[in-house]
Structures are given as structure tokens and as C-alpha cells.
């Protein structure tokens, strides 16, 4: 027996920590994975989903082969095909397409992998060289990242280490616990050193729960929260004068507006005591160094933009910034100097302005028929389960008329309506480069083991297609390696040591704006901006009320919020046994005064149901819940609810106010017994 090898590798997911982790492979299988101890930021930790990573890659339902539809649209029944076979139809449907309207083509891909090459290279060369319809990648965060660029010019923010020096931490719209472990032990660090830890989330949280105080406001309602928290900032002069005279713009007007939201009023949007609100700010003005850790969470309402606006904006009244460990982070992923037009090569569009779809309206998209999408291509994400108003997207994957590939690993939701079905690597089996959205470092994914069955990554695929089209651009012969190496511009990175280390730090401040210098286009934290009013929208940040808004509705009288379950993400691990039995099956979480009024009892089977649909669950009451709000745990895959739906068959197409992005936890619903 050969002794056995570690390899190194980056785990893919969408979650800001990136961990760096090693596969032991013993005779060609792996064996063992386990965090990297030699990465600062992984320490030799990874989260229970992506320790049972060797699971998922060696799950006796992996896709093995490319697959044709032999049964209607959405039956889930297919038949193996050769390769060839598989990628010459296509190649010629696509190219009929082509021919005609490329625009009808519609590529659909979000963060299945978060991986530069697998996830963004070869796929947009191909389409960019097709001219098919550009997909506006906006399911997860671009409310939020729109909102950091108008106000702090990127995706940037304090680094994620330094937290742990910090002596008041606000962990706003974040169950870290769940989703941002490696954040939570630097918190549990200050928390040890005597900071105090304020969790801000609708949903009493396992953060919520280890924090020294929650507040659990309404969905939707964090810019009143932010901007009562400035009125207090003002009234008693908890302000750095100086920071704000020379590192921000627009301090008169947005004062003003502050001044209009005293705690009372802020209060009674928000539906937490006054008295709270008074003390969180108190304690924000007067405690040096005061950190925020914001995530996406609180941005998937009508609002969303201009609450991350609002609360971006607080640091630089208090001055926060001057120190390491003050500031705040919603993402890092504007730090990188990722090279992407060498990965993704927009001239391969020579001068042709396609139109764009966006992906969290692709129910509306498929059931136009003015201007349809007749093929759609989707990989590293699934639709007909992450989409909202699910209802519309699956009418729209079930038309028979629509040419519908998909790349992947499982049979999910989506996978049944294809016509073909290729079987894609996981992360253990290709190439790939990782920035992060957490932390500062760039990680290199090595292949520990070879593809199962006929896998192929992302990248081959789509070389495979061009080949088969006639692209003959020499970019289309780039291997994997050869894209991980084109990520960054020569000398940014040194891949050769990135190969033998498994990740390189790079080279940033430790208290980057401490002297102003943001990257807008003032250097300054622009409480106005400039960008914003141009586009005929406020350019201070205000209070957006949801576009259903909490108490708004006799017939739904109940907000309705759906973060994952912790053992989850997205929808990715739902299929993964061992993970499965931890979650139990789909649950809405109520509190015991809603479910009272509703005759509904602790394990019982309920409807959830709004003007959009309905699905049913088990109903827990539970203390994570707050009166008037309730809880749909997802993703689950829509075939393994109790009535194939899950909780997207009930949310909106609705966008946010800024950045066009989906609006999830603004959904009003009513529930009964089942």
C-alpha cells in the first residue's frame, strides 16, 4: 500500500471564511480532510458542512455521466449519453440559435463554487464570444456591495483578524455561529477580553444566544435603528469632529436627517424598546475601539441598499476607523486585484451591448414571451429551489420549448428539467483560485483525487463547447491551471509559492482609512453621494419601508423571514444524509402568542401561504422567534418538502432599492393548521 499524500486545497462555498483545508488521499481516495493549520485564518477548523465535504464527493448519487431527457419536463428521467454525443447536440442548438438571436441564450450561474475559474472564466468567454444574454448576477449581495461602493467605494472594510481587539462588536444581520465561525472565535476573543457583543437580528439566533445582548427588530427596519443611533450620536456630542471635517462628505445634510429620527420614533418602526436603542448608542459613542460585522442578511428587503448605507455610515461619525480594530466589514472581496477581464474577456463581445436579465426576476424572464430566452445553460446554482416566487420560475424551466443544460453534481430541483444533465467535479477533483469576501487571503485549490465516473469541471465543458462552435481564439485553449494563474496580474501574486503554501496574504494596511483615503471618488466616507443623486435617487441614506410591510395586511398579518438552516448552504449539503438528519425535515419557526392565536401546536403541519402560493411544513414554537414574525428554515430542495415546494414558492420578485437584488425577507404571509 503507497503511503498516503496531502493535498491542498480551498473550500468553495459561499460563506466569507475560505477556509484553506488538506485531503488525505490513500490509494487514489480521499480520506481524511481537515482545516489547514499553517492558514491564520482557518486555524484547523472547518464548520460541520465542510467537514463531511468527503461525503458529498463520494455520495452514492453523484452524477456520473452525461444524461438526456427521456421523460417530460421536470420528471427527473434521463438516459446516459456519450460526451460526444451530449456536447455535439448542444453545440448545434445553441449554434441554431446563434445564428438567429444569440440574445435568446441565457447563461444562469451564481456561487455554487466561488472558485475564479470554475466559476467565472471559461463559462464567460464562451457566452461573451456567443453574444448571449448577460445574466445580472444579483441573488445574494448586491444591495448591500452597491451600497459599500456609494459609501465606502468598494467591498473594503476593516480586517476580520482585528475584531478580536475590538471592545464593542455589533454583529448586524449575522448568525456567525452558522455562517462565519472563524469571525465568531476572534468575537469569542474580544467577548474573553471583556468586550460586549450586541447581536441585531429579527431572529433570536445560537449568535443571538451567546451575545450579551439581542436586539430583535422588525425585518426591514435597520436604517431607523441606524439613524436613531446617529441622533444620539449628535445630541450628546459623541461625534469625532475632526474625522468627519476631513474624511467625509456631506455631514451637514445627513445630520439634519438624523435629527428627524429620535429613539421613540425609531422605536415604534423598529418594534424594540426605546430604552434599547438609547443604551446601544450610548455605548457605541463612548467605547473605543467599537467594531460592526454587517452581513447580507439584513439587505434582502425593499430597503436594503440604503440600511447598509446608513449603518456604513457610523464609524466615521464616531471616528471608529482610526484604529485596527474599529470600523466596520460587510465584505473584502473589493480588496482583491482580481485581473477579470483577462479571466472572462468582455472583447470577446467586440462591440455588441446584449441585452441583461436578472436572475432573481427569472420567473418573470422565462414567461416572457415578447422576447424569450430559448436556452438556458445554468451551472453552480439552482433555481427552481433558490429563486423566489418559485411558482413562476418552475412554469418557466417546465416549458417545453426551452432548451435548458445543466452542469452539475446532484440530481437537484433544477436538474430534472433538463434536456441535458453533464456531470460536474467538486472541489476535491479540478483546479481553482479563491479570493474571499472575509478575510484578506488568496487560496489555491490543487486536485486531490481524479474526477468519479465521467465528471468534468466547468471550465473543460465549456472549452469542449467552443471547440465544437468554431471558436478558435486562443484563449479558448487555456487549461485550468492556466486560468488559475491568469487571476492576477503578473507580480501581484507569486504563484509559485501560492502553489507550495496553499495561500498568500495580501500586503494591506492594518487600519486602512485610519487617515481618510477611501477609494470614492472624493476619498472620503461619502454620507452623500454624488453617484446616487445623479441617478435621480436620495443621496443620503434614509429609512425604505418594506414593500410588504410588518402589520400592513389584515390578511397577512405575519413577516415572514427565511434564513438558512445552519447545517446548509443555500441549497447546497440538503442532499447529504448525515446533514439532512441534523435539520429533520423543513420547519417554520413561530412564536407561542402567533401560533396560540392560530390553534397551531408545538410539531404540527401548517400551511404558510400568502397571494403567491402556499407550502407546508412543520411548525415548531419556538423562542427564536419574535412576536408577528416567523421563520422559514431553508433551502430545502423543493422535492423533499411534504408538497414539493419550499419556502421561495411564497417570496417576491420584488427588488431592493439599490442594486436590483431580491428582496427574501420581505414576504407577509398568513399561517394555518394544514
Known amino acids: 500500500m503507497n503511503s498516503p499524500t496531502q493535498v491542498l486545497g480551498a473550500c468553495p462555498h459561499d460563506c466569507p471564511d475560505t477556509c484553506s ?44 455521466s452525461p444524461m438526456k431527457r427521456v421523460g417530460p419536463k421536470g420528471s427527473g428521467r434521463f438516459e446516459a449519453v456519450s460526451w460526444d454525443a451530449a456536447l455535439d447536440d448542444i453545440a448545434a442548438r445553441l449554434n441554431a440559435l446563434a445564428n438567429d438571436r444569440p440574445e435568446a441564450i441565457l447563461p444562469y450561474s451564481y456561487a455554487g463554487t466561488m472558485g475564479l475559474v470554475q466559476g467565472e472564466s471559461m463559462d464567460r468567454r464562451f457566452f461573451h464570444k456567443l453574444g448571449a444574454s448577460l445574466l445580472d448576477r444579483t441573488i445574494c449581495s448586491t444591495a448591500g456591495g452597491e451600497a459599500m461602493t456609494y459609501t465606502l467605494g468598494g467591498k473594503v472594510g476593516m480586517r476580520m483578524q482585528f475584531f478580536a481587539e ?59 435603528l441606524a439613524l436613531a443611533l446617529m441622533h444620539e450620536l449628535i445630541v450628546h456630542d459623541w461625534l469625532d469632529h475632526d474625522y468627519i471635517a476631513q474624511h467625509t462628505l456631506g455631514w451637514e445634510p445627513l445630520r439634519a436627517r438624523a435629527l428627524q429620527w429620535p429613539p421613540a420614533r425609531a422605536a415604534a418602526v423598529c418594534g424594540v424598546p426605546e430604552a434599547q436603542i438609547v443604551d446601544l448608542a450610548r455605548a457605541y459613542g463612548t467605547t473605543r475601539p467599537a467594531a460592526i460585522r454587517l452581513n447580507y442578511g439584513m439587505q434582502r428587503v425593499h430597503g436594503g441598499g440604503n440600511a447598509a448605507r446608513a449603518i456604513a455610515c457610523l464609524p466615521a461619525l464616531v471616528g471608529a476607523w482610526r484604529e485596527r480594530a474599529g470600523g466596520l ?55 427552481v429551489a433558490v429563486a423566489p416566487d418559485s411558482g413562476k420560475v418552475v412554469a418557466g424551466f417546465a416549458r417545453e420549448d426551452l432548451f435548458t443544460v445543466v452542469l452539475e453534481q446532484f440530481q437537484t430541483d433544477t436538474a430534472d428539467y433538463a434536456d441535458y444533465l453533464l456531470p460536474a467535479t467538486t472541489q476535491l477533483e479540478h483546479w481553482d483560485i479563491h479570493t474571499s469576501y472575509g ?3 488568496v487560496l489555491l485549490n490543487r486536485p486531490a483525487v481524479a474526477p468519479r465516473g465521467e465528471a468534468r469541471s466547468n471550465a473543460w465543458v465549456f472549452r469542449a463547447l467552443a471547440r465544437r462552435m468554431g471558436f478558435d481564439d486562443p484563449c479558448f485553449a487555456d487549461d485550468d491551471e492556466a486560468l488559475c494563474r491568469s487571476a492576477f496580474a503578473p507580480g ?44 435621480g435617487q436620495d443621496g443620503l441614506p434614509d429609512h425604505v419601508p418594506n414593500h410588504e410591510p410588518a402589520g400592513s395586511s389584515t390578511a397577512f398579518p405575519l413577516a415572514m423571514i427565511s434564513p438558512p438552516a445552519r447545517n446548509f448552504l443555500n441549497s447546497s449539503f440538503v442532499n447529504v444524509k448525515s446533514l439532512r438528519a441534523i435539520e429533520g425535515e423543513p420547519l417554520l419557526e413561530i412564536h407561542e402568542s402567533d401560533a396560540a392565536a392560530r390553534g397551531i401546536v408545538d410539531g404540527a403541519m401548517v400551511r404558510v401561504f400568502n397571494r403567491r402560493g402556499e407550502h407546508r411544513c412543520r411548525a415548531e414554537v419556538s423562542r427564536r422567534a419574535r412576536p408577528g414574525v416567523v421563520h422559514g428554515l431553508g433551502i430545502w430542495w423543493r422535492k423533499l418538502g411534504v408538497d414539493g415546494t419550499n419556502v421561495n414558492q411564497l417570496t417576491s420578485q420584488r427588488l431592493t432599492d439599490i442594486g436590483r437584488g431580491p428582496t427574501f425577507y420581505d414576504c407577509l404571509v398568513e399561517v394555518a393548521p394544514a
Open 21 to 64: 483545508f488538506v485531503t488525505t488521499v490513500q490509494e487514489g481516495r480521499a480520506v481524511k480532510l481537515q482545516g489547514n493549520p499553517e492558514h491564520a485564518h482557518t486555524a484547523g477548523a472547518l464548520c460541520t458542512k465542510v467537514s463531511r465535504y468527503i461525503e458529498r464527493n463520494d455520495h452514492p448519487e453523484r452524477l456520473l
Open 166 to 224: 475590538a471592545k464593542l462588536i455589533l454583529i448586524w444581520g449575522s448568525n456567525s455561529i452558522a455562517s462565519n465561525l472563524h469571525f465568531w472565535r476572534h468575537a469569542q476573543a474580544a467577548k474573553r477580553a471583556g468586550a460586549r457583543l450586541v447581536c441585531i437580528d429579527p431572529r433570536r439566533t445560537e449568535t443571538a444566544d451567546k451575545c450579551d445582548e439581542h436586539v430583535a427588530l422588525l425585518p426591514g427596519t435597520d436604517a431607523a
Open 329 to 383: 466589514l460587510l465584505s473584502s472581496s473589493g480588496l482583491f486585484p482580481v485581473d477579470r477581464a483577462a479571466l472572462q474577456r468582455p472583447d470577446l463581445l467586440a462591440g455588441r451591448r446584449p441585452r441583461t436579465i436578472n436572475m432573481s426576476t427569472i420567473g418573470d424572464a422565462l414567461l416572457d414571451r415578447a422576447n424569450p430566452v430559448d436556452a438556458i445553460v445554468v451551472y453552480n446554482s439552482n433555481p
Open 439 to 441: 478575510h484578506t487571503d
Open 492 to 535: 501581484v501574486i507569486d504563484f509559485e509559492a501560492l502553489a507550495v503554501r496553499g495561500f498568500a496574504t495580501l500586503p494591506l494596511p492594518d487600519a486602512p482609512y485610519a487617515g481618510g483615503a477611501f477609494p470614492t471618488p472624493s476619498g472620503r466616507c461619502e454620507f452623500f453621494s454624488a453617484r446616487l443623486a445623479a441617478m
